[in-house]
């Protein structure tokens, strides 16, 4: 039986760490949940696409991506998307309708997880 390592990148690594620390301290289990989800095997986390977000976000929400965005289809909506990964094209699509951040950067402003949606 093969031993399971978990994440090698030690900027993932910290990330999830800072994650467990935040849910604890916050008491928030959102990101608690996020920092599993980022420690899956590369294979297993979640690829989105826009389409997917906008069709599954409400107009005041936050769409948190446990994983890495992807550009097809449209965002409609004027809302926040926040992802472990984007791609170029992704990012550029989402900039111009809502906003695309970092999870840290959402961390930093949304605390406590309020309004935020996992998409996924």
């Given at each position: 039986m093969v031993k399971r390592t978990g994440p090698t990148n030690p900027i993932l690594k910290k990330l999830i760490q800072e994650l467990r620390m935040l849910s604890y301290k916050e008491k928030a289990p959102l990101w608690k949940r996020i920092a599993n989800d980022l420690e899956k095997s590369a294979r297993q986390r979640r690829n989105v696409n826009i389409y997917k977000i906008d069709r599954h976000i409400g107009e005041k929400e936050t769409a948190l991506i446990p994983g890495k965005v992807l550009s097809e289809g449209e965002l409609t909506?004027?809302?926040t998307v926040a992802a472990y990964q984007f791609s170029a094209q992704a990012k550029a699509k989402i900039n111009k309708a809502g906003k695309a951040i970092t999870l840290q950067e959402?961390?930093?402003?949304?605390?406590?997880?309020?309004n935020v949606r996992i998409i996924g």
């Open positions: 909506k004027k809302v959402l961390m930093k402003t949304n605390p406590k997880g309020k």
